[in-house]
């Protein structure tokens, strides 16, 4: 049910959530802090027993949510990380940006892609005409010409309008756009931007430093990238300094660090750092909005040699 869901739809659903958890007229959220409170506090006096029946308490609430159907498990993981640290509000909230941007970048995406799209369709349909016309070609050869010449694009535009409905087929698209140099580099800096953020809330509710490198890489979206995080958590839990292993792990490349005085104290440099993440990532998302669709222009030449292979015949 939730595949066919649009990003817009579901900024709308995760900003209604948030706004329903400050209203103060209902009890979840205070539930939910009231669970997470006692199994934190269970943790550090060590008392598992009491620490699984509030887990227990967790389990159900999350076993309600799956079956209901509305959330999708990657987003289950950032809810079960909100009801870990005692703060599901904020991450309706976070889900809820994550969609803006999504709707915000297919808008961007749609509207840079009018005039490329209308150039190569022109050209797909007006250079058999022409050759029709000058009986260059005859009435068979100009359908089959225009039909290939538009078939690529045809293709494309499918591929686009299908990949939402269909979970496995956006998973195989977003598995081959972390191959392409450049996009790759973008969506890994979006993935370390919820890492970034899944720390801080961590640090924020009083959890060691491994425990809360460990379970932000385990909340993140699934990705091949992920094991970068997995490897940073093993290392510091190992022994290692948080700052060099950070550095060695890639995260920060290509970002700007904000300075030392501005990062305040140690608790609040994973926030910082998801900040100074999250404003890459808007470059880089407005960047890639228009410069893709003039990838479409690469058919042009495509649609050129097909009617000279025609003509040639």
């Known amino acids: 049910m939730v595949s066919g869901f649009s990003p817009a ?8 959530l948030y706004q329903a958890s400050q209203s103060g007229e209902n009890n979840w959220d205070q539930v939910v802090a009231l669970l997470s409170k006692g199994q934190q506090a269970a943790q550090r006096a060590q008392l598992d027993s009491v620490a699984a029946q509030f887990a227990d308490g ?22 079960q990380l909100g009801l870990a640290v005692g703060n599901l509000a904020k991450m309706y909230l976070r889900l809820a940006e994550h969609y803006r941007l999504q709707a915000e970048f297919q808008q961007s995406l749609q509207s840079h892609a009018r005039w490329p799209l209308i150039m190569v369709v022109a050209c797909a349909v007006l250079l058999p005409a022409w050759g029709l016309a ?5 009435p068979a050869e100009a359908l089959w010409v225009g039909v290939l010449g538009l078939l690529p694009t045809i293709l494309v535009c499918g591929l686009l309008t299908l990949a939402p409905r269909f979970r496995p087929l956006q998973e195989g698209i977003a598995l081959l756009a972390y191959r392409v140099p450049g996009v790759a580099k973008a969506l890994t800096q979006y993935q370390s931007y919820h890492f970034m953020n899944h720390l801080a809330d961590c640090i924020a509710a009083g959890f060691s430093l491994p425990q809360a490198l460990k379970q932000s890489a385990r909340r993140l979206p699934h990705a091949s990238i992920n094991r970068r995080y997995h490897k940073l958590a093993a290392e510091v839990e190992a022994g290692g300094v948080f700052s060099t292993a950070l550095l060695r792990s890639g995260i920060l490349a290509g970002v700007t660090l904000p300075s030392v005085s501005n990062m305040g104290d140690a608790k609040q ?3 910082q750092l998801g900040l100074a993440i ?24 495509y649609i050129a040699l097909l009617n000279a ?5």
């Open 134 to 138: 000058a009986t260059a070609f005859s």
């Open 269 to 271: 440099v994973p926030a």
């Open 9 to 16: 739809q579901r900024f709308v659903l995760f900003q209604s």
């Open 58 to 79: 967790q389990r159900v609430v999350m076993d309600e949510l799956r079956e209901g159907g509305v959330f999708l498990e990657w987003e289950l993981q950032f809810l």
């Open 309 to 313: 292979w025609f003509l040639g015949r």
């Open 278 to 301: 999250h404003r890459v990532c808007e470059d880089q998302l407005a960047f890639w909005s228009a410069y893709l669709p003039c990838l479409l222009l690469g058919l042009l030449p």
